[in-house]
């Protein structure tokens, strides 16, 4: 099972990282209007690495979003503190590319 401690490939930097959504633009929007946010889930994590620059398209990133069942975000956010087991996670994945 796969856990979310904030971690790089090689270990050089440890410890853990937050973001704000932009008021503008944020990743579940752009999820949503691809298709991947189903109703009744919310994005809970994202896991964010590079593509490797040998394919022949070039580097970019692939995103990973995890969505947990329900939409309030106070009750996920308490359920998940509260589970002493891993939850489950419906994933998604998506390629961005420079392009």
Excluded at 45 to 62: L, M, N, Q
């Amino acid at each position: 099972m796969e856990s979310f401690k904030a971690r790089v490939q090689h270990g050089d930097w440890d410890g853990t990282a937050a973001a704000d959504v932009k008021d503008s633009s944020s990743v579940e929007e752009y999820l949503e209007k691809k298709g991947l946010i189903h109703p009744g889930g919310s994005l809970v994590a994202i896991s964010v690495s590079p593509i490797e620059k040998r394919s022949t398209a070039g580097g970019g990133i692939v995103v990973r979003a995890f969505f947990y069942k329900g939409e309030n975000f106070d009750s996920i956010a308490n359920e998940i503190a509260s589970s002493k087991e891993s939850i489950p996670v419906r994933e998604a994945r998506v390629e961005l590319r420079p392009e």
